[in-house]
């Protein structure tokens, strides 16, 4: 029975799309058993191809420390999503259950409407200060590597988005130049209230692969990339009928193929000398 089980965890790994699919039709307390037992990054990986509402009720019958590892190997705007439609009584431990830099992350994006610029973004990528020098600057890129883009966004000291440039330009720029000497002032921007429709249809997406985020006062909160536009459009065009997005849609129901494997860990694994617990 173990040796079966970890072979259903490897498939699991292996297949989290499927997973996802067959999860979602589980009782609450079979998905909750998995999401317990499955290594933290299966679980991840098939949390956030999950229907958000399954999702949430998975993880909110799970133990609030378990439920914060598993938010915490979801990227940022994902992890936001399945949060928001908790109730505060649920959420508040899952957030405290996470390093408080992650938590830092999903509270801001928690803040905004759901489908806002300010709930899509990635609160994580990376702006630095205008008065830096191009060396100062490539040193924090390589510190911050994760959180670095293509394009380099540029704030004041009160944290106001007021350039950008990109990586190139700043490599090869010399070494003494500051980064507001060599931005460019014209920069595309979306207001963190923007709705869905707004953030789709802004005219820059033809021109950049992320939008960054303002509050009222110009203050920078992050960015919209790329791929969280492109789901967005995704789904608004299915909202509409698109007949591409409900045929993927359609084809994703019948990929079942993981129903066995999912049953087999979603079951407590039997303890010595007994059949397992509720069975």
Known sequence: MELERELALRVLAAHPGEAARVVERLPVEAAAGLLRSAELKSCAAMLAQMAPGAARRALAAIPADRAGAIAGELPV?????????LSAEVRAPILAALRSRRARALESLLRYPEGSAGALMDPEVLALPEDLTAEEAVERVREAAHAARYNLYVVDREQRLVGVLNQRELLVAPRDATLGSLMSRSVHRLPAEADRVAVVSHPAWRVVHALPVVDRSGVYLGAV????????????????????????????LFRTGAAAVVDMLSTPAPREGGPPHGR
């Open 225 to 252: 990339r790329y791929r969280a536009f492109r789901q967005l459009e995704d789904a608004l065009r299915a909202r509409r009928g698109d007949p591409s997005v409900t045929a993927r849609a359609l084809g994703d």
């Open 77 to 85: 705007a994902v992890a936001a999503i399945f949060l928001r439609g």
